[in-house]
């Protein structure tokens, strides 16, 4: 299994409160994702990262950032969590961007609730 | 625009029947073609993938044919076992500058002993 951590697990927050959560690589893989999952969507990409300090919106990135400033974590931020963004937060890991021949690796998922 | 379609769920099967779930993608130029499937509190796998027209992906008894004139990319299995139960995930990714991955809803599999 590819070295891919989340935390934390689960949480439940209130909304309006700010919410950070972390993914964390053993691989040294340069391309990093944030995807949701949420019923009858499969998952949908928020943000993604090609490098440190070097991020990129995905289709869903409305109420959320992202920061990485080491190779081997990236942080994705809800401001300002809304009960819209209660889902299931997966992060994944690339050796490669697009050029079609990569896979990518997911981590265990977070489950996050907004009340 | 780009999408993925798959067959619905749930699907229901005894353990030892056939596997089918069909997988329809709508891409421009040759995406690469994906089947993850998530456990029941797991994050995705790669089950298999394909990434030219008439590659065949295979892992574990799954198998999909990459058919670009029908633009489809459906998975089988010849007899499911009750471990099988998850859900499938069909996506693809494009050949060209874009990273991300296009999924399709899911279909939940439930094989029963």
């Given at each position: 299994?590819a070295?891919i951590?989340q935390?934390p697990?689960?949480?439940?927050?209130?909304?309006g409160?700010p919410?950070?959560?972390?993914?964390h690589?053993?691989e040294?893989?340069?391309?990093?994702y944030?995807y949701?999952?949420?019923?009858?969507?499969?998952?949908?990409?928020?943000h993604?990262s090609?490098?440190?300090?070097d991020?990129?919106?995905?289709?869903?990135?409305?109420?959320?950032?992202?920061?990485?400033?080491?190779?081997?974590?990236?942080?994705?931020?809800l401001?300002s969590?809304?009960?819209?963004?209660t889902?299931?937060?997966?992060?994944?890991?690339?050796s490669?961007?697009g050029?079609?021949?990569?896979?990518?690796?997911?981590?265990?998922?977070?489950?996050?609730?907004v009340? | 625009?780009?999408?993925?379609?798959?067959?619905?769920?749930?699907?229901?099967?005894s353990?030892e029947?056939?596997?089918?779930?069909?997988?329809?993608y709508?891409a421009?130029?040759y995406?690469?073609?994906?089947?993850?499937?998530?456990?029941?509190?797991?994050?995705?796998?790669?089950l298999?993938?394909?990434?030219?027209?008439?590659?065949?992906?295979s892992?574990?008894?799954?198998?999909?044919?990459?058919?670009?004139?029908?633009?489809?990319?459906?998975?089988?299995?010849?007899?499911v076992?009750?471990?099988d139960?998850?859900?499938?995930?069909?996506a693809?990714?494009s050949?060209g500058s874009?990273?991300?991955l296009?999924f399709?809803?899911?279909?939940?599999?439930t094989?029963?002993?």
């Open positions: 299994d070295g951590t935390s697990r689960h949480k439940v927050t209130e909304t409160t919410v950070t959560l972390r993914c690589q053993t040294n893989h340069r391309y990093m944030w949701r999952q949420d019923p009858g969507h499969g998952l949908r990409l928020i993604y090609y490098g440190v300090k991020t990129d919106k995905g289709e869903v990135s409305d109420g959320y950032s992202v920061s990485r400033s080491k190779t081997e974590d990236f942080l994705l931020t401001e969590a809304t009960s819209s963004q889902s299931v937060y997966f992060c994944a890991i690339s490669q961007g050029g079609g021949q990569e896979t990518q690796y997911f981590g265990p998922g977070t489950r996050l609730l009340l | 625009g780009n999408s993925v379609t798959q067959m619905e769920g749930p699907v229901t099967l353990e029947a056939f596997l089918t779930i069909n997988c329809t709508t421009t130029g995406p690469s073609l994906f089947w993850y499937v998530q456990y029941p509190g797991e994050g995705l796998q790669l298999l993938k394909a990434t030219k027209a008439d590659d065949k992906g892992n574990k008894g799954f198998e999909a044919t990459y058919r670009k004139e029908t633009t489809s990319f459906h998975l089988e299995k010849g007899s076992q009750v471990s139960s998850a859900v499938y995930f069909c693809w990714i050949s874009a990273r991300q296009t399709g809803s899911g279909t939940q599999l094989v029963l002993p």
